[in-house]
């Protein structure tokens, strides 16, 4: 198809030696390189390009920015490349692209469901699935059915994607978002005093609404003067230039989130580089100049392909060449909007009527026109359009604005292209990221940033302010006035400013909502939000239901929920809100914008970290050694972790019993390296240990270890570990190898938003040691073999640490026990574990000393009755369900964390699930874990259930099975037979008793 509506302009946006063809649902086009894909399919004459969401109607592409709402595609020739919603508006065209509609079927020229739209349309008014689809409640699953079939726009990709992505992350002085003029004037400014520049742009050249513009600068077109400014930028070593470049996020602590398109206009799967990268910059000053988006007016089938913004019209024109029609209507509630119309007559293309809400205007545009010859009608409006798939006409009527009527007769104007304006709102959206509301001003009808926290300034259109040449001097400014804020310069631009005329132009109307001859209600629909067919009619019928807020017309209506978050219509729902209500747009507010400002591609923000860098395996110093030794494995958070060590020919229960009975009887060597370590330092250590665990710090003497647990504000167990201090103000603090982020996280919560005025200090070290625990009652005699301390009991007691040297490698030695045996935890620094590791291992040989796993570890930590946290507590068991009361200090000078919550009388009650020792009654059965307990055996179903199993083993060493379990008043019925009815329909018999089976005294681990 030829490219009927391109003209042969001068555009050096588009190159002409360069033609690409592309496909668009099923039929191939031509445009050229700098094209994107809406000004080529403009170019080739293609109308309708989607369907409405709600009531499938033709759409047309309306802007050609990030406001973009119907032409919405598929983009993607494979099930791995495909990308669903990206604007056509922003996408660049390239050869080969292949894109289609997300929605109509069989196709978007025809659409079957737009007849329903069209019969039953009256009948979907907002919020009609909330009354419609309640009853009777028996269809609801059809119902849901068929409405998931039905939302959403495009399709996921079916295939893993093929491209790669990855993050950068920058500090800088000053950070401009923006590229347009005001954007360039300040990082002009900002650089030229030595500040570390960062700036951004979301298209693919800088340059913003210059790259349209006609204006002059300096006596050049505006190109040229964008041209030079970027070319000085980018001789400057201290700034950096982003290019397609979209902020879509403005966090806390001036943290700038940038999606950075590296190869997208390049085509599919491009392997010579990542396909896009995530740029997380802190500055220290940022600089919102995100400028204006222009506002469409809302009037009768406004939808009909062919109804654009003014400013799009000129866009697609100057920058692209595309003129997109062949008779122009322009309605407009300003001069500004007077540009297209020239723009289109010197195209060569006819304008029938300008149409100008206002009763008159001598602006220096509006003079211009009138030379030109084009017919102006004032104090009307375009109250209808007429057609489906093609604007074929408009009705133009007298308005009274204030009243909001329609004054006399309305006049039909053949035309094919129907172009809007009612103003421009200013981007406002980052400013709101952080939580600065809005404020609306009058004079320009529009919402600007209010105050804020941040370290921010803005500038240009953002501001309000519209003039070219008052845009480039407020950038030149803003920018001097941050980079001084920064520690660069006196805060004064030493450079010249361009000169550049700007055109006078006359005060433009604040109107939002043109009339109809009919009540809203009865009048064509008007639309608001275009995705998701939100129309005045919709807004007004909400407030009569008695939604008043805006957040909740918002939520009840769907306004602003597409994909372009509410830039094109939202300040007109506000102002029909407003006027439904009889209020003012300030008293009706705004809602706010979050992140992210434009839809961001999951693989954008995973980056590299996907696959085996998604959730990296963590390995020991000593992994090489299990794997020569042929250990089975389990993961315990992150870490691959030595299960048990099978020999040739044993089962898993054999390797077990062995690894226990060697443990018990000799020696035997666990892998311990996995377990959190944090170390903490500052004044302040032992007063936050006090409050974080139960039990108290104050008296620990260096060179001594305790065990402490801690509670989350529940009052239940979070975590336990054994904290070792080095000296008065510093400690090391160890954790489940699984709870270790959580914990550090914790700490850090506590301090930095409780209790801030504590001086201390936490870093993580647990892969900075290797630690290997020797236990078993020739432990000492392997450890004094390679050790150049005393390690006897009257020397070196239960509980102490000391540091030493063990195979010649500096070491500290805690003696503490998860066994209840005698043993000893070795740490050492890691790059030196495999050798000391190996080291013991030749020590012990005479010993027949043996290594362990995490399941041999389990049994004897449940044989002396030890916990392990998140297997026999699961978040509602505090410590005196553990019937451990004596971790709980009881003469703090401060509270601690749990504390309180301790005195609720559900932690009170007797009948709370409390830890427990079972036997069974035949010692041969393993106990299922997680079996479930209770009191009577004959009870009907569904029986009440006591209590579970936690841990289940067979004891070797005792020749028994047993078990430890959480049982409702478990202490006090100590004894007592429970019965657990298991999954085959049989129930086993056990009997209550003491967690602790083996060694009671703890005799074992104080030799």
């Known amino acids: 198809m030829s490219q009927v509506n391109r003209i042969a302009g001068s555009s050096k946006r588009i190159n002409r030696n360069r033609t690409l063809t592309f496909s668009f649902n099923g039929k191939e086009y031509k445009g050229f390189e700098g094209d994107t894909v809406a000004s080529a399919l403009l170019a080739n004459g293609v109308d309708v390009v989607g369907r409405s969401f709600k009531y499938s109607r033709p759409r047309g592409i309306i802007t050609s920015d990030s406001q973009e709402p119907n032409a919405i595609f598929q983009i993607g020739s494979t099930q791995a490349t495909t990308i669903p919603n990206p604007r056509a508006t922003q996408t660049d065209l390239y050869q080969g692209l292949t894109a289609s509609s997300t929605n109509g079927w069989p196709n978007v020229d025809f659409d079957l469901m737009g007849t329903v739209g069209k019969l039953g349309g009256s009948m979907m008014p907002p919020g009609f699935y909330y009354k419609t689809f309640m009853f009777p409640q028996s269809l609801w699953m059809s119902y849901e059915h068929l409405i998931r079939k039905g939302a959403g726009l495009g ?44 700036i951004s742009d979301e298209q693919n050249e800088f340059g913003g609404s210059l790259l349209c513009s006609t204006q002059q600068i300096d006596g050049q077109l505006p190109s040229q003067w964008v041209e030079k400014t970027v070319a000085q930028l980018s001789d400057m070593d201290n700034v950096m230039l982003l290019p397609r470049s979209t902020v ?17 206009h390049l085509g599919e799967h491009q392997l010579q580089s990542t396909r896009q990268r995530v740029h997380k910059v802190r500055a220290k000053q940022v600089i919102l100049a995100t400028g204006a988006h222009e506002r469409p007016l809302v009037y009768g089938n406004n939808d009909v392909p062919g109804c654009m913004l003014a400013n799009a019209v000129s866009t697609y024109i100057n920058r692209y060449d595309v003129v997109p029609g062949k008779q122009l209507v322009l309605m407009t509630t300003n001069d500004n909007a007077y540009k297209t119309a020239i723009d289109w007559h010197q195209a060569g293309r006819k304008v029938v009527a300008i149409v100008d809400t206002r009763s008159t205007s001598n602006g220096d545009l509006v003079n211009k026109v009138k030379k030109l010859g084009i017919d102006i009608i004032f104090g009307h409006g375009v109250i209808e359009v007429k057609g489906s798939k093609r604007v074929k006409g408009v009705d133009v009527a007298p308005i009274n604005a204030s009243n909001h009527s329609v004054t006399g007769p309305a006049k039909h104007i053949v035309c094919d292209t129907v172009a809007s304006s009612g103003g421009w709102s200013p981007v406002i ?12 001003n009058e004079d320009i009808a529009g919402f600007v940033p209010g105050d804020t926290v941040q370290k921010q300034h803005s500038c240009g259109g953002l501001e309000g302010v519209y003039a070219l040449s008052k845009v480039i001097s407020d950038g030149f400014t803003t920018g001097a006035v941050a980079a001084e804020a920064a520690g660069k310069g006196d805060g004064h631009y030493v450079g010249n400013s361009p ?23 009865r009048a064509p ?37 597409g994909t372009d978050q509410g830039k094109l219509g939202n300040i007109n729902g506000m102002a029909i809100t407003a006027k439904s209500l009889g209020k003012t747009i300030p008293e009706t507010g705004t809602t706010i914008f979050r992140p992210m400002y434009t839809p961001t591609t999951f693989g954008a923000l995973a980056g590299a970290d996907v696959k085996h860098l998604f959730d990296p395996a963590r390995f020991s110093a000593m992994h090489k050694w299990h794997l020569e030794q042929g250990a089975e494995f389990e993961d315990v958070g992150q870490w691959k972790r030595p299960w048990y060590f099978p020999q040739p020919g044993e089962t898993m229960q054999q390797s077990l019993e062995r690894e226990c009975l060697a443990t018990r009887n000799s020696v035997g060597i666990l892998d311990a390296s996995t377990l959190g370590k944090i170390d903490i330092q500052g004044k302040d250590a032992r007063e936050f240990l006090n409050r974080v665990y139960t039990n108290p710090w104050s008296k620990l003497g260096v060179g001594k270890c305790r065990y402490g647990v801690m509670c989350k504000e529940d009052g239940m167990v979070f975590d336990d570990g054994v904290t070792v201090c080095l000296d008065d103000n510093r400690f090391i603090m160890t954790t489940t190898t699984g709870g270790a982020a959580g914990v550090l996280q914790w700490l850090e919560l506590w301090h930095q938003t409780e209790w801030p005025e504590l001086e201390v200090y936490f870093s993580t070290v647990t892969d900075h040691w290797s630690t290997m625990t020797i236990s078993g009652p020739n432990s000492r005699k392997v450890l004094e073999k390679i050790c150049d301390i005393d390690v006897s009991n009257d020397s070196f007691k239960y509980m102490d640490w000391r540091a030493a040297t063990v195979a010649g490698v500096k070491a500290r030695i805690f003696r503490i026990s998860f066994t209840g045996e005698l043993s000893f935890e070795i740490n050492v620094q890691a790059n030196y574990g495999m050798h000391a590791w190996k080291a013991v291992m030749a020590a012990g040989e005479e010993f027949n000393i043996t290594p362990y796993g995490t399941e041999t570890m389990h049994i004897l930590r449940a044989e002396k009755g030890f916990i392990i946290v998140g ?44 830890m427990v020792g079972l036997k069974p009654k035949d010692p041969t059965f393993v106990l299922p874990e997680g079996a479930q307990i209770v009191f009577e055996k004959n009870q009907s179903i569904p029986m009440k259930m006591v209590g579970h199993v936690t841990s289940s083993y067979y004891s070797a060493c005792m020749g028994y099975s047993f078990a430890l379990a959480v049982v409702k008043g478990g202490i006090s019925r100590k004894g007592e037979s429970v019965f657990l009815p298991l999954s085959d329909g049989t129930t086993v018999e056990a009997e209550i008793c003491s967690p602790v089976f083996y060694d009671p005294k703890g005799d074992r681990q104080n030799v």
């Not at 601690?896 to 709370?912: A, C, L």
Request: glycine share 8%; hydrophobic share 30%.
């Open 248 to 264: 879509f996020g403005y966090y806390d602590h001036n943290l700038v989130g940038i999606n950075e398109r590296r190869t997208d």
């Open 429 to 440: 959206h980052l400013s709101s990221h952080t939580g600065s509301r809005p404020v609306w």
């Open 155 to 198: 399709a996921s990709p079916q295939q893993s994607d093929p491209d790669s992505y990855d993050k950068m992350h920058h500090h800088c002085d000053v950070m401009i978002v923006g590229g347009g003029p005001a954007g360039l004037a300040a990082a002009l400014s900002a650089a030229q005093t030595g500040a570390r520049v960062i």
């Open 871 to 914: 297997q026999d507590t699961d978040g509602s068991v505090t410590p005196q369900d553990l019937d451990m009361d004596w971790v709980v200090g009881k003469k703090k000078d401060f509270s601690f964390i749990g504390k309180r919550s301790w005195t609720r009388f559900d932690n009170k009650r007797d009948d709370r699930k409390q």
């Open 499 to 521: 000169t550049t005329s700007d055109p006078q132009e006359d005060a433009s109307m604040a109107l939002f909502h043109i009339p109809h001859s009919k009540k809203t209600s």
């Open 525 to 561: 629909k008007q639309f608001v939000d275009y995705q998701n067919d939100v129309t005045a009619a919709g807004i007004e019928l909400a407030n009569r239901e008695g939604f008043e807020s805006i957040e909740h017309v918002k939520r009840y209506t769907a306004l602003g929920f």
